[in-house]
């Protein structure tokens, strides 16, 4: 692919999720949604298991969502679904630290916690009503659409670094 169509793609890619979380929320199945429509990975099966991952692993501010996502994006390309097949899944391991690692120097952080710190100065429970409606108000989708294009992004460059290899 050449660079300028393939910077096209990401950028298509990086708009679909940050879209997608804007008006649909569940930064997780966003991401998935943007990387499954653009490089044809995945089913809506992916997206119905990533849905619980939302917002730090079903709103707890764990691991951030929209990471989770691109990380089973990744491991849809990069994993077997031999579990025997040991040398598969460390390769994948390596895949998963590498994108992880460039989502924390992109980011600050891989924690949805410290994300919503970073971005509001405070953490929003959104399993809470009320920190929820705080969280609209202080413009969460719009952050939070952000950082799921940028890791939407990062994950499909990722993805498409890996095909380049086959």
């Not at 050449?2 to 199945?29: Q, T």
Request: glycine share 10%.
């Amino acid at each position: 692919m050449e660079e300028n169509s393939r910077e096209v793609l990401l950028d298509r890619i990086e708009k679909a999720a940050y879209e997608n979380e804007k008006s649909f929320h569940g930064c997780s199945r966003c991401v998935v949604k943007a990387i499954q429509d653009h490089l044809h990975i995945g089913d809506e099966n992916t997206i119905k298991a990533a849905t619980p991952l939302a917002a730090g692993v079903a709103m707890r501010g764990e691991t951030c969502g929209a990471l989770l996502g691109g990380m089973m994006m990744l491991g849809l390309v990069t994993a077997s679904a031999d579990v025997k097949d040991s040398k598969a899944m460390a390769g994948t391991m390596g895949s998963g630290f590498k994108l992880a690692r460039k989502v924390e120097k992109e980011l600050g952080t891989t924690n949805c916690t410290e994300l919503q710190k970073a971005n509001f100065g405070r953490f929003y429970s959104l399993a809470d009503p009320a920190q929820y409606e705080a969280f609209i108000q202080a413009g969460g989708y719009e952050k939070c659409s952000k950082v799921c294009g940028k890791v939407a992004r990062i994950t499909a460059a990722l993805i498409l670094e890996y095909q380049d290899k086959l």
